[in-house]
């Protein structure tokens, strides 16, 4: 694999969010707007570059029994680095994000890319992936927050559309229902015009979960795949 | 007694972790395509969620804020988390085999289940004491047992519909069904005041 | 069979734990780089919040009297144009939280909804600064309900919410009374 293709595979053919379907509930929750959408992306894609070079770089010392736990605190390491710099120098967007931003430790895109690409690739292979997973999982947040904001608030990144003409907005957009709804919309249009070759899975599973080792087919997912 | 009830019936019903906060989207997705699964993977949830809250808790109070280091709270809440399921893990398998047949191979998706982490920042967050933060905790997994359980009917359903369009089949029509029954979780907005106020 | 067992189980223990202590280094160098922006933000933002209910504020203290019920808090400028009042009442889906600036004539500058889980499309109406204008020059708020006060109108389909508001506007009234004006 070349090193374009390891960049660019995570942006279309297997983004993250949108074709993989990993990360779903930063996916819902982050995209009120288009700006809260991108700064999750971001937020996301920083940790997601670090970890990755870290975890490549200590790849041949982390011992395999401890590999996890391991992960998970260079992960949650990155994770808080990223909180207080938000809190620090743009505090607008930590409000926003809240709680989502300490949870990033746990969305199984990071996770899943250091278990399955980091620990068996070279520091800058595993950089790129990371840099392009990121800039996938971003773009799908960004394209959702425009979407829910546009819908739901008549503005596009903070900027009236037709919010001030008398049109009423529809607010449920905004909120959980309109999350679930927009995603729903976003995957079938994938499969739509991909004639369904995209999206391979039709089940939200194990696959692609780090923690599909140990879990050992308990997802029901799985079972219906093989 | 009346602010533990209005706490519980909060997280169970207006704001359900699942429904109204998008805590838990991945096993609320992935399974909850059979009922006993559901219901399995619930209960699983809601015992790790008491037993992290009660031990994140203390550890919050009196050694991340006595040391003035609450900076490390996410680092070492996942830690706690991630140890306490290895050790229930360990445990059930050891004492319980019945109950780690059913129950066990749910354990280590738990670890990265944000519901769990979430359930515990927000405790701490939102000021609530020890019995709060318990409370809180137990209806938080009960709030997620049951979006579980009814999805897992609603989805039982769906495996029998026909007519469904070709793009929409599978996960785009399981994500408009949890938006409809998020919908329906709406309507008790209200109702915990109403009844409490 | 030692030596085995050692590097089986101490090994990774130790590795876990120095990966730990480099991290929470790492950590403890960060906070203490972003820590005083921190601290500095929190105290701007919220200057600025109380700034804009009382355009005539410019710093503010916390005023350390008696609290009337309903008020989380209140601050007095320092330049005594007035005092900026955060106070709560019961709304429709829970607690709303107003912030109010009253000036040294005990005169209503400006109210803001600072926190509420009400109804989008509908309660969040009565949080529209549109609505809330009506309130500026008002320096007596007593009914119990905000139907029953002729001078302040309730946004038609959100009453609760509205109420809400004019509750916690009679909350930060009493506590003007309270301080006995700015003092």
Known sequence: MNKLSILTKGIIKENPVLVLLLGCCPTLATTTGAINGLGMGVSTLAVLVCSNIVISLLKNIIPDKVRIPCYIVVIAGFVTIVQLLLKAYLPALDAALGLFIPLIVVNCIILGRAEMFASKNSVLDSALDGLGMGIGFTLALGIMGLIREFLGSGTAFDIPIYANTGVE?????????????????????????????????????????????????????????? | MTAILSIMLAVILTNNYVLAQFLGICPFLGVSKKLDSAVGMGVAVTFVMLLATAVTWPIQMYVLNTFNIGYLQTLVFILVIASLVQLVEMTLKKYMPPLYNSLGVFLPL???????????????????????????????????????????????????????????????????????????????????????? | MKNNNFKENFIPAIVLVCICLVVSLALAATYNVANPTIIANQQKSADEARMEVLPDGDSFTEYDGKLVNGV????????????????????????????????????????????????????????????????????????????????????????????????????????????????
């Open chain 2, 110 to 197: 738990i670890t990265t289940n944000c519901a769990v982490l979430g359930v515990t920042i927000q405790n701490i967050t939102d000021g609530y004491n020890y019995v709060e933060s318990l409370f809180c905790a137990i209806g938080a997994g009960i709030g997620f047992l049951l979006a579980m359980v009814l999805f897992a009917g609603m989805r039982e359903k769906l495996e029998n519909c026909k007519g469904i369009p070709e793009c929409f089949q599978g996960i785009p029509i399981t994500l408009i069904s949890a938006s409809i029954l998020s919908m329906a979780f709406m309507a008790f907005s209200g109702v915990v005041d109403g009844i409490f106020g």
């Open chain 1, 169 to 226: 907005p529809a607010g449920i957009f905004m909120l959980a229902p309109g999350g679930f709804f927009v995603f729903a919309i976003l995957i079938a249009a994938i499969n739509y015009f991909s004639k369904g070759k995209a999206i391979k899975k039709k089940e939200i599973g194990c696959e692609g979960c780090a923690m599909a080792d140990s879990c050992g087919g308990a997802c029901d997912g799985k079972e219906a795949d093989a």
């Open chain 3, 72 to 183: 989380d808090d209140c601050y007095i400028a320092d330049n005594k144009a007035g005092m900026a009042v955060t106070a709560e009442y019961k709304g429709f889906g829970g607690a709303v939280k107003v912030m109010i600036g009253i000036d040294a004539n005990g005169e209503i500058t400006g109210v803001k909804v600072t926190e509420h889980s009400e109804t989008p499309g509908l309660g969040t109406k009565a949080a529209d600064p549109g609505y809330l204008k009506q309130y500026q020059g008002v320096s007596e708020a007593t009914a119990g309900h905000i139907n029953d006060d002729p001078n302040i109108d309730a946004v038609t389909g959100a009453t609760i919410t509205s109420n809400a508001v004019y509750g916690s506007v009679v909350e930060a009234l009493a506590q003007f009374k309270e301080c006995g004006g700015v003092k």
